[in-house]
Structure formats: C-alpha cells, structure tokens
C-alpha cells in the first residue's frame, strides 16, 4: 500500500471544529462484526473519535441522526464490500458524504475485497445490485444518477485495497490511479520510491528530499518561502488549484485572475480588461467579448433549458462593465455603496400593481423582466454559469411566485447554475470544451456549492420531487417541497 503525507509544518489558514473525528460508513450486514469492527477499534486506540453506527437498518430511507453525523465529521471513511451497493442506505450515506465533504482529500476508501475498478464502473455485484432496485421499482432516474455518480467518483479515489484485490506485489493504488511499482516515480528525481511512502504536493509524488527542494518554492514570485518565527515553513496553498505562495503576497497587490481566482506569477503575463479586471491566459482563450460571443451563449444557455422541458423567455442579454453593475446596485440601494454585494450578473425587473378601476383597490401584481446584465470578458462556461442562474430568477419572477424567500431563490437560482456546469462538460453539450475549462467547471462547481446552504436543499428537493415537481411548488408556495424523511 501507498501513503501521501504533508508535511507537519504546513500552515492552515483556519481551524473548524468538528464533532466527530470521522463518520464510519460499511454494509453492516457484510462487515460489522468483522473488519469494521476491528477498524474502529484500532481507531479508538489512537484517541480519534469515530461516529459508527450500531444500529440494524431499518426502511428504506436514511435517519436524520446519520446525517447531522456526516454533516458534523470531518472526515469520512467509507468500508465498500462485494454487497455495499445492495444497500440503499449505504448509497444514500455516500452521496451525503460527497455533499457535504467538498475537499474529497478528506474521504478515504477502503476497498474491502472489491476491485476499484468494479465500483467505479458498476459492474459484478455493483451492476446485480442497481438492477435489483429498478426491479424493486426505484425508478427515480435522478436518485440512481446520483448512486451511479457517487460510486463512479469514489471508485476513483486514493485509498487502500483489502483482500484478494489488494496487489501487493505488482500494483499501486494511489493518486487517483492505479500504478506498477516501477512506474510510480518521485517527480523531482525520477527514481522509484523504496518505502512507498511519499509527500505530494500538486497531485505529484516527491521524495521527502525532493519535497523539500522543489515544494517550498513560491508560485508567485519563484522564490523559496521563508521560515516563519517559528522556524515552520508558513504558505497559503488555494484550496483547488494547490496553488502555493508567500502569505505577504495576500496583501502586497498582487492581482488574481478575476475568473479563476488564481494569483499571477511574476513569470506570466496577465491580460487587463478596460475596467482594470485581470485574466490569467488560460481563462482568457475563451472569453465572451463580443456580440457574436454573447448571442452564442445565449444560444447554447436556451439549449440547455430546453434540454429540462423548461420554457424561458427571450429576455435581452448585455455585457457590461464592473462600474456598471456597481451603478445598478447603487440605484437600487437609494445612491449609496455602503455593503453592496459584489455581483457579477444581476437580473432587472420591473413590478406594477394593477388597480381596479371600479374598487380602487390593487387587484394583480404584475413583474416586467427588463434585461440580464453580465460582465463582458468572462470566460464562456462562467458567463453560461451566470446566465443560467439569472434566467431562473427572471422565471421566477415572471410567474409571480408568493413568498419567496431569498434563501430558496439563492438555492435554485445556484442549482441551474451548477447544472449548467454539468451540461457545458458533458458530450450533450455542442460547447467542446478544452481540459482547462473542464477543471475551470469542476472550481465553479466546489465555489457555488461551499457558499450556499440552499443549494443543498434544492438539489435534495429534485432528487426526491423531481425538477417539475420542485419547481411547481415554489411557484405555488415559495418554498421547496419537504425533503424530511
């Protein structure tokens, strides 16, 4: 087996709480009195707090309790064996897990007699397992995707191999991939690891001496990063891009791509917009700039819609400046820019109440959707992110939905965008896009999801409803349907 370790002098810009150490997720049935139990003995001899239910299952569903005790654990080990699939409890905990553990370093698989590649693509008892619940009549498509896609995800993961699937003499499972021993080389000195133990560092395996070498330099200004006062070495390290750098270049103005969020290394010319925005030179190869670009998007947005049986008006589309979203929210806030968001997309909308001309009285509320307001020079896949989140909001508006509250139109708003971001990668989609515009996807994904709570819930709500369904009940209630269990 593999390891990856950090170093223990890597600074962490923050600290959480957690209740839980980690949350123990196995098919009781297979592996509770077995393995399980002896791992979560082991665990609770090295004083690390584990969250392991002992309770039988019961129904069809999963319990409130396991899922406050996902929420609350910050790491997530997941036991998978030949009948883990069988279970829809198990699958229902490991879609959990992989909603509410963004940072999929924290969930660590155990391939308990299974090979990786059998979970990743369904097949053996994986593929005997969904084939017996569509005959068991779930035929919730959405709910089965999300099975498929969970397991299809965490069969691609790092994690240790147990049983007679573990490869002990001519195989590797590690960094995502599976490795001869020969071939998984240090990428400071291409020379084989003797220990198989390794530091990583931008998804490469380094020789601690390597590591030490090569992975302490700045990707800002190239130069090694300094000791701190207690003699640690101290970084700031992006959360997705691993992109490592001095923590003064935080704030000595340096720019950051306006897209991306990445610093700019000395060493890479940054492309200025007229509003003084900044692009890295990868984000800026597919920039929306111009009419054509702009009617395109709108274009391939409209697809999308339809794609979902949803039906959006041709509402007008302009690419506008910084300034000029500034000055809409500025209007809208009586003249004054005291805590005004920082939006990069805002719908205009105008309501007019009808009075009858016999009562006197306002009879209807009518809302009047103006236009789409947009930063010119983002890339296409943000700029389409942004234009599916603002037409649901124009939807919305246009049908009048009582009560909403901003919590569900956040939530919904930010569940098309993320679906957007699906479909603009998927081979459905006529966008084509590169390999920097996938990972590009994948970082707008993990931003919209980190921020918005809402999101959870409406993405929860479709999968149990369905989208017509959900979407019928806002419009009627201003709210998402129950997704209590």
């Known amino acids: 087996m593999a390891s990856s370790t950090q170093r223990a002098s890597t600074s962490i810009p923050f600290a959480s709480l957690w209740k839980y ?87 660590i698989p155990i391939f308990y007699d299974v090979d990786p590649s059998d979970v990743r693509n369904q097949r053996g008892t994986f593929k005997d397992a969904f084939n017996k619940h569509e005959k068991d009549g779930i035929h919730d498509t959405e709910k089965l995707r999300g099975w498929k896609k969970a397991l299809t995800t965490v069969g691609g993961l790092s994690g240790w191999i147990w049983g007679q699937y573990r490869r002990v003499e001519d195989g590797l499972n590690c960094l995502d991939a599976l490795w001869h021993r020969p071939c998984l080389l240090c990428k400071g000195c291409n020379r084989p690891f003797t220990d198989l133990q390794f530091w990583e560092c931008g998804d490469q395996p380094y020789h601690e001496s390597c590591y030490e070498l090569q992975c302490h330099v700045c990707n800002v200004c190239k130069k090694s990063i300094q000791d701190n006062s207690d003699g640690q070495v101290e970084y700031m390290e992006h959360p997705f891009w691993r992109q490592r750098y001095c923590p003064s270049h935080v704030k000595d103005g340096t720019p950051g791509c306006c897209s991306c969020e990445r610093l700019k290394p000395r060493d890479i010319t940054y492309y200025k917009l007229d509003d003084g925005r900044k692009l890295c030179p990868e984000c800026k190869e597919s920039i929306i700039n111009t009419d054509n670009g702009r009617r395109s998007i709108c274009l391939e947005v409209r697809k999308f819609y339809k794609k979902l049986n949803l039906k959006v008006e041709k509402i007008p589309v302009q690419l506008v400046s910084r300034q000029d979203i500034i000055d809409v929210l500025k209007e809208g806030n009586d003249g004054s820019d005291c805590q005004l968001p920082v939006l990069r997309a805002v719908c205009l909308c105008e309501e007019r109440t009808v009075t009858s001309a016999i009562w006197g009285r306002p009879t209807q509320l009518f809302c009047e959707v103006k236009e789409i307001l947009i930063w010119y020079g983002l890339p296409r896949i943000l700029t389409g992110s942004l234009l599916a989140q603002q037409m649901m909001s124009a939807w919305l508006r246009l049908n009048r939905c009582p009560n909403l509250s901003p919590e569900v139109e956040k939530g919904i708003c930010r569940y098309f965008a993320n679906r957007w971001l699906d479909y603009s990668s998927n081979s459905d989609s006529s966008i084509n896009c590169s390999e920097f515009e996938k990972k590009l996807c994948k970082f707008r994904k993990r931003k919209i999801e980190s921020d918005c709570e809402a999101l959870l819930t409406a993405k929860e709500a479709v999968r149990k409803h369905g989208l017509g369904t959900t979407l019928e009940t806002i419009r009627k209630t201003g709210k998402f349907p129950s997704v209590t269990h």
Do not use: N
């Open 21 to 107: 150490d980690a949350f123990l997720s196995f098919r009781g049935k297979e592996t509770r009195k077995t393995f399980t139990d002896h791992l979560h003995k082991a665990l609770a001899g090295k004083r690390i707090k584990v969250f392991k239910d002992d309770k039988l299952e019961r129904g069809t569903t999963i319990s409130s309790e396991l899922l406050t005790a996902i929420a609350e654990s910050r790491f997530a080990i997941i036991v998978i064996s030949q009948d883990y699939a069988s279970s829809k409890w198990c699958l229902d905990e490991l879609v959990k897990i992989f909603e509410c553990m963004k940072d999929w370093k924290t969930i």
